[in-house]
């Protein structure tokens, strides 16, 4: 049964530049029967942050817990558990976490922005 | 700024042969620039469930609040907020909440099996 539990998922620490206290696991992608896309979470700990960087495939997010900001093409807003971002394609962006508690969201990409 | 707030979604009952109580929104798809696939939130009040039915393509779901049971080739597990699966193509399933909460839930598929 394709199913996973949050306890069963597995952060380790995302070590590549302009990357700050944040983990992620890859949850569900093409070792799993995803054939085209990767949902993986991210864990941001407080005052950590992901790259400020751009590609060429889009990322759809969901809030799961806690709060952080969302930079995106140089307009930066708060996002909260609960909420969804479509982060467009060649637009620069960053997720930071200045909150005091572990921010966590989903972020999927397609397969060739996958690691 | 392709940000969506939880509050800002409208739910729209789901009128189908099989499903009782189930209301649901497309949040992010093509209309939203996600190209391939479209990111849709179910909401099964107490009682209802989503057809018993199969379909040639897969679905990604995340529980994002309560609980309830998902049946995937007549195997029937109890599934609740924080988990994720992964519903092969091709293969029998069906949601129900038998509690006495909302059970919502993301689940997403590719652009031939949105409505």
């Known amino acids: 049964m394709p199913i996973v539990k949050r306890e069963e998922i597995e952060l380790q620490e995302v070590k590549m530049d302009g990357v700050?206290?944040?983990a992620k696991a890859n949850v569900i992608g093409p070792a799993q029967g995803w054939?085209?896309?990767t949902?993986?979470?991210f864990r941001i700990s407080p005052g950590g942050y992901t790259p400020h960087h751009q590609h060429d495939w889009?990322?759809?997010n969901y809030i799961m817990k806690g709060k952080?900001?969302?930079t995106i093409g140089g307009e930066t807003r708060e996002v909260a558990a609960g909420d969804f971002a479509l982060v467009p394609p060649n637009t620069m962006h960053q997720f930071r976490n200045s909150s005091d508690r572990d921010?966590?969201?989903i972020c999927i990409v397609p397969e060739r922005g996958a690691y």
């Open 20 to 22: 700050s206290k944040t």
């Open 68 to 70: 952080g900001t969302l």
């Open 58 to 60: 889009e990322h759809v």
């Open 39 to 41: 949902l993986r979470v």
């Open 103 to 105: 921010f966590e969201f």
């Open 35 to 37: 054939s085209t896309d």
